[in-house]
């Protein structure tokens, strides 16, 4: 009977670590494909732009004071702040000497993004890629909170000359630090291609298969936390069936 009730006791711990393992990650964008870009709006640019290139988003700054890119999150996207505390970005800024950059954000809490949905970073000096993870519930106004709708990136705080460059790779959102630092976004299916069979001698020509319908790459929100709590209560279910069978 104790041997059946450590296994028991193993199988619920090891369900529950992979509960909040997989709760690890929330809603993220990766900028690999031209509609992921197109779904934020950018803002105050004074002739600058959004744009789409080599797999990146490229934001344009123009000649404004203040320019920043948005996106208003779909219901899919939305997410509870406090869940998930840390931001990480990957990007790269050219022709800039300010190192300011700030975050927005609006939520059900405080609507926004407004001057007090603010978290304010510095990046490296420098032109080469650089990842950031920020806790942005640490900002000053304490308005991380509530379910989150809206979210700005302002890339250059400061005077801005007109010949920036802002590349972005990705955008994404963690429970941990810890979670953040490791997480590195998956390689497209479309870009891993397996080897052609070599067709068969005689064989009858394949009929061509209808395109599959892909998940839109704009954002992904991670699921798996509701699918480990009912992994979690089927472990503690089974557990307590095989208890009365043992004792019967």
């Known amino acids: ?8 006791t193993l199988f619920t711990v090891l369900a529950f670590i992979f509960a909040l393992s997989a709760s690890a990650v929330g809603t993220y964008w990766v900028f690999d494909d031209e509609a992921t870009v197109l779904g934020w709006a950018d803002k105050n640019t004074n002739g600058g732009e959004i744009g789409y290139e080599d797999g990146l988003m490229v934001i344009y700054i123009g000649d404004g004071g203040d320019p ?13 702040a406090a869940s998930f505390p840390y931001v990480k970005i990957k990007c790269k800024v050219v022709g800039s000497l300010e190192t300011l950059s700030e975050f927005f954000w609006g939520s059900t809490v ?17 032109e080469e890629w650089v990842e950031y993870v920020e806790k942005i519930q640490d900002t000053s106004f304490g308005t991380w909170e509530g379910t989150v709708t809206d979210f700005r ?14 590349y972005v790779e990705y955008i994404a959102f963690f429970a941990t630090e810890e979670e953040a630092l490791a997480w590195q976004p998956q390689a497209p299916a479309a870009e891993i291609e397996a080897p052609a069979a070599e067709p068969a001698e005689d064989a009858a020509p394949a009929e061509t298969a209808a395109e599959p319908v892909g998940v839109p790459a704009a954002a ?11 992994t979690l209560a089927i472990a503690s279910a089974a557990g307590v069936v095989i208890c009365r069978k043992k004792s019967e």
Not at 110 to 125: C, I, K, L, M, S
Not at 221 to 228: E, I, Q
């Open 68 to 80: 920043y890119f948005q996106h208003g999150l779909t219901p899919e996207e939305q997410f509870d």
């Open 110 to 126: 405080t609507p926004g993004p407004v001057a007090e949905t603010n978290y304010q970073f510095h990046r490296d000096d420098t």
């Open 1 to 8: 009977m104790k041997k059946i009730f450590r296994s028991i």
């Open 220 to 230: 992904q929100t991670a699921d798996l936390f509701s699918v480990s709590i009912i």
């Open 153 to 166: 990136f302002d890339p250059i705080q400061g005077a801005v000359t007109g010949e920036e460059l802002v």
